[in-house]
């Protein structure tokens, strides 16, 4: 009788533990239709009441998750018998009672204050090509940042804290390790690539595509790839992005008449996340179980279709129709390796993250790692940013910006305060590569599959092996238990030097 | 010194009280967003997450306002000195927190939960036209409505007590007033309009209308009514409405290919509702003196630009030259006149709320009123519902409805538990004619005005005496302040009478 009592307290605790994840949950899906709203439908004018509707859910979810009823649920939960899923839920959700709690609350107004500021500052700065007016806010931020690790953990390397807040699972000494692989082995490669006399087909999409018709060819591309519309829609935004929850997951895009594969491929990748998110199992709506993994895997997502799908000749085989179909006078004469080169061409001069190719892409991030990662831990001084950024462009990738609007101000990010966030763009990339292997061996011919256009065998892949574990498992365990080995940029480097060696005819890559 | 720090004292509790009136301000319009997204943009697939998100809001928001901590502030706030601005808000602030605080919490939460249910059941008994289906959920709700009512004052009408969860100032007794004059001045008007044998040009817009171009025309119109598109946008849904704040107010509006004027209407209508809400003054966003006042005066807005202005000659001089230039085939006979009258046909046999003209509309929320208001007192039974309705339709309308889809289980408003809100929309027409004949009074020749398409005089007197207000005065104090009157339905039965008298040539009604 005794233990049956025991049981049911612990039951009836954890219950109420629930009721508040769920509740934290929801208000936090809440806030991310707020943020849809905004950047899709929400007339500009509407700015500065979101902003405050906004931050009174942040708020709100802060206090409940920081409460002390929460720390006491978890702390007697910690003592209870409970099962392995019930675990996880508890492993996530003091791991963001922890990093909430620990950071008073004047700092986190400090921080949401200076960088809600620093974003027009930023803007400013950018449109003037002027680092020096943006200087002064990027210094108060990193110190800012900087003071909510050491409260986190003051026993551990800064950026090694901050960059838990996007991975924080598979550790910041694997994400060095693997970005100076990256950096080690794609430098020779790409220097390769431009020595190469290969003509690549790049011209295939060349002149004006009408945006009306690249939206219907947007909307064919996820018809072919079997997006739910009953649970997502397809809109457009100045930057692509999905959201949502597994009931309703939402991609963007965006259209220039001159871009049409841009748009495309930008489809396929939010496809990719949304797919994720629509995998996550309904019955865990509201818990952690029911919530994707972190970035690292969810960008793993995006890029396995995008990259390992979208960008290969077997899709093209399937789509190439299609878009012959929607453009007649266009592409009349492409055939499917024409694409599959025009999709797969390595640029020579971008200095543009987001317009990047799928392997120079990991240079911009290499840079954006060691300069952010060095000002966390104290090794750079802000004022340093753009010279020191210019070198390594230079080094890296053998262009030089000409102006710090093309440098080390083209992107958003460390104006919102998010240093760390950079480097899971390429680990997900990586897990991709690992991820797409793991899933070639269990799938027989799925490139003929795919060539077919039966995607469904790689999405009850997906399905089976990552979506429907929510965050049940760390990160490490899930791809473990996904491809039955450790975390590895083996695959990721195969595969791209298998692909540019033919591409590009190198004898020492193929 | 000591009448200084007590001032300081108030001044701090008053602006802790702020704080938490603003944060459930923004809770409010961040549910609205979710409101609006769900009826416009949302994924039907969405709807199980949507509603645990709004369900939080709503508990989150509950709690806030029922807490000890505010009936504290409350209590504080009373016995200070405030501005007369402070005390509106107090005073708005107190009457929500005792209604909440009043109702113990497993009704709220039973009330929320059988009239989630209650809406499949009701969408289904009007479709199978059965209201056997319907009654028993209907009888719960009333029990629990009633319940609901008791709890916030046990020693009056429990009707009364509900009535003023939509319009809390004017008083019940107002609203069965105003709406037995308008049954006994209407029923033998609309008697007379029967016998009359006027020939309207009620087939002016009769054929096919492109809805695309039907919507070009709704956005002419809110182009021609200036409609702040910075802060403002215009979409479809099923059942037209607007929603947001003073920085962002949206419309939405229908189409079908028969029923352009409704189209045109519906958005004046809406257009009248955001233009109220743009209104409010921005710097007083997030307390109720940025908050508009309730459904009567809300509604009046809407309707006195629907009915004073988009039903008047003096609009369709102005607007239908761009009716004729949108659909060049279809109206180039028609004069202003034409348009007019088709604007202001008196239907013979409607029985549909939503469709009905300016001036049956009334004898609709009569029937609802009454049955409502009984049903909550206990004078009525639920299963007799039907009959009754009939009956009265009979009696105020001379048409009886074949079956209860047509009849009583044709509004949504009783399966969401809202008895009490019918009354407004008549309510809100009749102060509509009260204003608009104190503008008519203030603005020189208005009708030359908005014939010549200046709004700006009507809009400025609108913003000047009802919207800039906010919630700061009580619905009465507020009609007193802009018409130097009491609320009055004089106006408004003078209006429809020498209006439908001309136009139906009544020798008593001129």
């Given at each position: ?63 409940i ?5 929460m ?87 800064p ?17 060095e ?30 002149g ?138 390595v ?33 750079l ?25 093309e ?11 998010d ?74 480097l195969?595969?791209?030097?298998s ?12």
């Amino acid at each position: 009788m005794a233990s049956e009592a025991a049981a049911d307290e612990a039951s009836d605790t954890y219950s109420e533990f629930i009721d508040k994840v769920e509740r934290l949950t929801n208000l936090g899906h809440a806030g991310g239709v707020l943020g849809w709203d905004q950047e899709v439908m929400m007339p500009e004018g509407g700015t500065p009441a979101r902003s405050k509707q906004r931050s009174a859910l942040s708020t709100v979810t802060h206090e409940i998750l920081t409460s002390d009823e929460m720390a006491e649920l978890l702390d007697e939960l910690e003592d209870e018998d409970l099962t392995d899923e019930q675990e996880a839920v508890v492993r996530e959700v003091r791991r963001k009672h922890d990093r909430a709690a620990r950071v008073p609350q004047d700092l986190v107004e400090e921080i949401s204050q200076v960088s809600s500021e620093a974003m027009p500052v930023w803007k400013e700065a950018r449109e003037e090509d002027d680092f020096s007016t943006f200087a002064p806010t990027l210094e108060r931020l990193v110190e800012l940042k900087r003071e909510q690790a050491e409260h986190i953990d003051p026993d551990r390397d800064p950026y090694e804290v901050l960059f838990e807040d996007y991975e924080p699972y598979l550790g910041v000494e694997t994400a060095e390790r693997v970005l100076d692989r990256l950096r080690e082995e794609l430098v020779p490669l790409i220097d390769a690539i431009r020595e190469s006399d290969a003509d690549l087909a790049t011209e295939t999409f060349s002149g004006e595509f009408d945006t009306d018709t690249q939206e219907e060819l947007a909307r064919d591309v996820l018809d072919t790839l079997g997006y739910d519309w009953d649970h997502g829609r397809l809109d457009t935004a100045p930057h692509p992005f999905s959201s949502g929850n597994q009931f309703d997951a939402r991609v963007t895009t965006r259209f220039s008449p001159d871009e049409p594969l841009g748009a495309l491929m930008a489809t396929v990748h939010e496809f990719g996340h949304a797919t994720y998110t629509l995998g996550l199992p309904r019955e865990d709506y509201g818990t952690p179980l029911g919530d994707s993994r972190d970035m690292t895997v969810h960008e793993s997502q995006s890029r396995l279709w995008e990259n390992h799908v979208g960008r290969s000749r077997a899709f093209w085989e399937r789509f190439l129709p299609k878009v012959k179909e929607r453009f007649p006078d266009k592409l009349d004469d492409a055939s499917v390796d024409d694409v599959y080169e025009a999709a797969n061409e390595v640029y020579e001069d971008n200095l543009i993250r987001v317009e990047a190719d799928e392997l120079t892409y990991h240079m911009h991030i290499v840079v954006r790692f060691e300069i952010e990662r060095d000002l966390i831990r104290g090794d750079l001084d802000v004022e340093d940013v753009p010279e020191v950024w210019n070198d390594k462009y230079e080094e890296y990738l053998g262009i030089r910006p000409d102006s710090d609007a093309e440098g080390c101000l083209q992107d958003i990010h460390w104006s919102h305060g998010d240093f760390g966030y950079f480097p899971t763009y390429s680990l997900g990339s990586v897990l991709a590569a690992q991820l797409f292997d793991a899933a070639e061996d269990d799938i027989e011919n799925l490139d003929e599959k795919v060539a077919e256009g039966d995607f469904e065998p790689l999405h009850d892949w997906l399905t089976e092996e990552i979506h429907r574990h929510g965050s049940r498992y760390t990160t490490d365990d899930l791809i473990r238990e996904a491809t039955g080995e450790e975390y590895t940029a083996d695959y990721f480097l195969d595969y791209v030097k298998s692909k540019y060696g033919e591409l590009y005819e190198l004898d020492d890559y193929q």
